[in-house]
């Protein structure tokens, strides 16, 4: 089960659909170079080809010469995989100032499995967010819970993006009036899969089922929507949550980091 998952995940998601909304899109050998809005750079790739680790280094130069070459870029993202063969490519990042962030479980599962009927405590709601009101302060909480400051900035590209994209759900949580956790489903266009993100809950709300129940509501509306999977890359903290209700861990994924140095 966990290579047929890992199989479909790298023939499916490691495509043009990773990048799919970005602003532009170029190639250079086996790697794609994207930029996304906010000066946000990003290099992905199905496989390198092969290479040995004199051409990973070659690829890692190629690609921040690149992004040196493009006005407003404030960050470049690698995004690794745990399951590549990269021979050198962590040692080659480095050495030109890339830094590696936390390691980040590649979960997958079956919808189907998933979209059981998940009891919430009383007086909870799930429901989707669909005003600028509930995007905000969907946006506040997952500022909090992540110690975000720049959470309004965030919030604005959500809402960019939901304007542009009625694909994307945003669901949320609410008891009282106040958002009490929160995640997204983003159905990627031609493939089986929808994506699990931005999950996040209140600590004094953690416990109770309310994640598990909100993952059950995005996975019934991915098979209303035709999906077979869902995937997600997690954190420590939510990858247990996750496995509870169904989804499996078929490899890893590290970002690194480079910023450009300014004068």
């Known amino acids: ?32 170079l994207a930029v996304f809005p906010g000066g946000r750079g ?10 040995d680790a004199a051409r990973v280094a070659e690829l890692v130069d190629a690609a921040i010469a690149h992004f040196l070459g493009i006005p407003g870029i404030a960050s470049v993202e690698w995004k690794t995989r745990g399951h ?43 429901r989707r967010a669909r005003t600028e009101a509930e995007v905000l302060a969907m946006e506040e909480m997952q500022g909090t819970v992540f110690e975000d400051p720049h959470w309004r900035a965030r919030a604005e590209m959500t809402l960019q993006r939901v304007r542009s994209d009625d694909s994307v759900e945003l669901w949320i949580a609410v008891s009282d009036g106040a958002v009490i956790s929160a995640g997204r489903l983003e159905p990627v266009a031609g493939t089986d899969f929808a994506g699990l993100w931005g999950g996040a809950t209140l ?13 059950a509501q995005r996975a019934r509306s991915a098979l ?35 910023t450009p140095a300014t004068e």
Do not use: C
Request: no cysteine.
């Open 1 to 32: 089960m966990r290579l047929n998952l890992l199989a479909a995940y790298d023939a499916q998601l490691r495509t043009d659909a990773e990048t799919a909304h970005a602003l532009s899109v170029s190639s250079m050998g086996p790697i794609r």
């Open 42 to 51: 990003f290099v992905s790739y199905a496989n390198l080809d092969g290479a």
């Open 84 to 126: 590549d063969r990269a021979p050198g490519l962590h040692d080659a990042l480095i050495a030109r100032g890339f830094v590696p962030e936390d390691t980040e479980s590649i979960m997958i599962g079956e919808a189907a499995l998933l979209a059981e009927e998940v009891a919430v405590p009383d007086g909870v709601e799930l």
């Open 203 to 215: 600590p004094s709300w953690r416990g109770r089922g309310i994640y598990r129940a909100l993952t």
């Open 224 to 258: 209303a929507r035709g999906k077979r999977y869902l995937q997600s890359d997690s954190t420590e903290f939510s990858r247990p949550i996750l496995e509870r209700a169904g989804l499996m861990k078929v490899s890893t994924t590290t970002p690194y980091v480079w």
